[in-house]
């Protein structure tokens, strides 16, 4: 076919030279328009060979896309038809093979061929915005053409074909504003004095129309939110241009005076404010702290209205952040006028002085005088109304005593400086109270007549109190002078030692002295002894601070206990004021060891039994040594208890079997694990069968318990009850007579050997003994009887067929 038709040729002219077969199809490339519905199966093409010579036997097969069910081909003729309407935007082509075979031998006659059938579109898709709605920004007062956002609408349509996706952006709404690109769908402003503070939001609706915006074209629709973004293009202005405020005297640093507001349109930091006080005055008075839109003003120092009444001065608010542009519009800042009245108040007294500093010296009499307070009333600047007193806290011994009237402080007592140095009171200064009324003064001592409103008589009033509330302290530290009140003392007590034969003129002792007065240490002392002291004939006082022997002292014996002890006394004057002390200085005279010089006596002998130790320390050994002795004999004690509780009784006749396992069972709790029975009943193992030996008897029992599973498991306790009928070996007691042993001439072990290998040593043992029996027995033939009357302890009784009773089967 031509492109573009539905007729396919019968035959396709070749030309050239035929050097190979040439294509025997004759056809193009097939087209279908999209959509397209009739009646009934629509024609839109021809498949035919040039070896199909119409007579029937040609049949042209379709197969690929869509073969069979959107496109169906008449086997005879090679008419293609659709079947069905087609979408391009679903699929826009179809690849399909052709083959031409022989009806009658089914063999292909060409080979197979592929062709495409292409669905041609048509306009039938509107534009979409897949993005919107938008939302976008622009700062206000923008110039004109800031671009805002770039909008983009899609078509489904073929692009490559005609005007179907061709798309063109205009403005439905929102044009006084805005405008639109109509290629590129960009969103741009058209007026420059978009003002936020008016309006901070716009709604634009776009649309996008296809086949260029002709008409006929289908469209779409979007809308853009477009928010305004704040600038700062508003400057701050005072809510009012004068304020007032007030505060008392009383108030304190910091004490909020009162609160201003500034406004600004603007948002963020763009309306961020900043307060300040102008320079004047008033500067250091007070003080302004910004809080958001919003500033406080404190009492920066105290005001006192007898001083100053009223204080007036200016603020400026401003922004910290400016935008040139629009400075034109005028300063961004405002001023306002600020006047603070202060209030008088009823003050309490104000003393002359924040600290008080005084002195006294130490030792004078009663009502000295230290010094003098005073204090005034601020809100009258009278001083006769105050009273002043002593906090009873700070003076505990009440060493001080204040005229309430006049401040004058003067002592209870003498005070000492060598026992406190400073003294620290504090003084109260009470504001008296005011009355109200004139009072006409009586005979009586301190009252006060008042008229009475009702009769017209007078009543008496009391004096005017004191008013609490208006109360000053202060600190007033007194310092205790000094005066040379104190004689020089020795610095401690002196303890020598000095040799019985110590030459005159050795120093026996260094002495120093201490003057507790201030400087008192810097003061010549002099030290002597009394002359009427019978020391003053053996010693004397040398170089002012030096105690020397004066003349031989008498020898002692050289035993150890040989001691004099000598007690010198002494008398210490101060150079300075005379006062003098008294001390003393003990010496002790002792033999020496090789009699040096230096005194190194003997050591002497001690009557205690431990020199090393103690009283106590010896009262501390002997009770711990007591207390272990106690606790050893009640661990004896008890552990005795513990073993005779466990041993049997000697009448008990018990065989013990302990079974051992080396496994582990599963506790108190599993009792399903095996049967308890026979622990329940402790006779439930019968005696060994006649004939068979006690050691192959529990060998069985062993294995029997070790391997069969209905016995008790783990460690339990075999019993057996009965005996059997007796031991063959005889009793191995060592109380049995062996005096029925010689009657009986019987071997010792002779059974042993039968109760196989657990038993040959103790059989071997037996043997060994039997021979020393009969050595002896050979040697001591003549004093048998005698011998036995002593050894034997008692005869055993013997059953009837002449075997011991009572004899222990062995296990």
């Known amino acids: 076919t031509k492109p573009g038709s539905n007729q396919v040729r019968d035959r396709m002219e070749g030309t050239g030279p035929r050097s190979r077969t040439r294509r025997s199809w004759i056809w193009n490339q097939f087209f279908v328009i999209e959509e397209y519905a009739g009646p009934e199966p629509v024609l839109i093409g021809r498949l035919h060979t040039d070896m199909d010579r119409n007579d029937g036997r040609t049949k042209y097969v379709l197969r690929g896309e869509g073969a069979g069910s959107v496109f169906v081909i008449d086997e005879k003729t090679g008419n293609i038809h659709v079947t069905k309407p087609l979408d391009r935007e679903e699929k826009d082509e179809y690849r399909l093979i052709a083959t031409s075979t022989d009806r009658q031998t089914d063999r292909a006659l060409e080979p197979s061929s592929q062709f495409i059938i292409r669905v041609q579109d048509i306009n039938d898709n509107p534009p979409i915005f897949d ?16 671009s805002i956002i770039q909008v983009t609408a899609t078509d489904a349509d073929d692009p490559t074909y005609g005007n179907s996706a061709k798309l063109v952006y205009t403005l439905v709404q929102g044009q006084q504003y805005f405008s639109v690109d109509p290629q590129t769908g960009i969103l741009r402003t058209a007026v420059p004095d978009m003002d936020r503070e008016t309006q901070d939001q716009y709604l634009v609706l776009l649309q996008a129309k296809d086949m260029g915006g002709h008409l006929g074209g289908l469209s779409g629709t979007t809308t853009v939110t477009v928010r305004l973004t ?43 404010l900043e307060y300040t006080i102008l320079e004047g005055e008033t500067g250091e008075t007070f003080n302004i702290t910004g809080v958001n839109q919003e500033a406080v003003i404190t009492l920066n120092k105290a005001v006192d209205y007898e001083s100053r009444s009223s204080y007036s001065f200016s603020v400026e608010v401003l922004n910290p952040v400016v935008d040139p542009r629009f400075l034109r519009r005028g300063p961004f800042k405002d001023r306002a006028s600020i006047r603070v009245a202060v209030l008088d108040a009823d003050e309490p007294p104000r003393f002359s002085r924040a600290r008080y500093h005084m002195d006294v010296s130490e030792n004078c009499p009663p009502a000295c005088t230290v010094g003098r307070v005073s204090a005034v009333d601020p809100d009258t600047g009278l001083t006769n109304n105050i009273r002043f007193s002593i906090d009873p806290q700070s003076d505990p011994e009440a060493l001080f005593r204040i005229t309430p009237d006049t401040g004058l402080i003067t002592t209870a007592m003498e005070l000492d400086r060598e026992r406190d140095h400073w003294h620290n009171i504090t003084v109260i200064a009470t504001q008296r109270g005011q009355r109200s009324l004139e009072l006409v003064t009586l005979d009586h001592s301190s009252y006060s007549e008042l008229p009475n409103s009702q009769n017209g008589s007078n009543m008496l009033a009391p004096p005017a109190p004191y008013n609490p509330s208006q109360v000053s302290r202060v600190l007033v530290a007194i310092e205790t002078l000094d005066l040379n009140d104190n004689a020089p003392e020795l610095d401690r007590q002196y303890t020598t030692a000095l040799c019985d034969s110590s030459s005159i003129g050795q120093v026996v002792q260094v002495l120093r002295a201490i003057d507790r007065d201030e400087g008192g240490n810097d003061s010549t002392v002099y030290f002597s002894i009394p002359p009427e002291s019978s020391s003053a004939l053996n010693f004397s006082v040398r170089d002012s601070a030096s105690l020397v022997l004066l003349s031989q002292l008498r020898p002692l014996s050289r035993s150890a206990s040989s001691t004099l002890t000598l007690h010198v006394p002494l008398v210490l004057r101060d150079g300075t004021s005379g006062l003098t002390s008294t001390g003393t200085v003990t010496v002790s005279v002792c033999p020496c060891l090789r009699g040096g010089a230096r005194a190194v006596c003997l050591p002497q002998q001690s009557t205690l039994p431990s020199p090393g130790l103690s009283t106590a320390a010896l009262l501390a050994i ?66 060994p069968a006649p004939g068979i030996p006690v050691g192959e008897f529990l060998r069985l029992r062993l294995a029997q318990v070790t391997f069969d599973p209905s016995q008790p498991p783990y460690d339990s306790v075999q019993v057996y009850g009965l005996e059997g009928t007796g031991s063959r070996a005889g009793s191995l007691s060592s109380l049995e007579s062996e005096g029925e042993k010689d009657a009986e001439k019987e071997e010792w072990g002779a059974g042993l050997e039968e109760w196989g290998p657990q038993f040959q040593k103790l059989a071997h043992l037996f043997r060994d003994r039997e021979k020393e029996r009969e050595e002896k027995e050979n040697d001591d033939a003549g004093a048998k009887k005698e011998s036995e009357k002593k050894d034997e302890p008692g005869k055993t009784e013997k059953r009837e067929g002449g075997e011991p009773a009572g004899e222990e089967g062995m296990d």
């Open 131 to 146: 993005e919107g709605p938008y939302i976008a920004t622009v700062p206000e007062m923008a110039n004109i053409g800031t």
């Open 230 to 272: 704040d600038v700062n293009d508003n400057p701050p202005r005072f809510t009012q241009s004068m304020w007032s405020f007030s505060v008392s005297e009383l108030a304190i640093p910091g004490a909020e005076i009162g609160r201003i507001s500034a406004a600004d349109a603007d948002l963020g930091e763009n309306a961020e």
């Open 622 to 687: 002997l009770a711990c040594v007591a207390t272990l002795l106690a606790v050893s004999a009640l661990s004896l004690s008890l552990r005795r208890q513990k073993r005779d509780s466990l041993s049997p009784l000697e009448e008990d006749d018990v065989r013990e079997n302990i079974i051992t396992y080396d496994d582990e069972g599963g506790g108190e709790a599993d009792t399903a694990a095996f049967d308890i029975a026979a622990l329940q009943s402790p006779h439930a193992a019968g005696p």
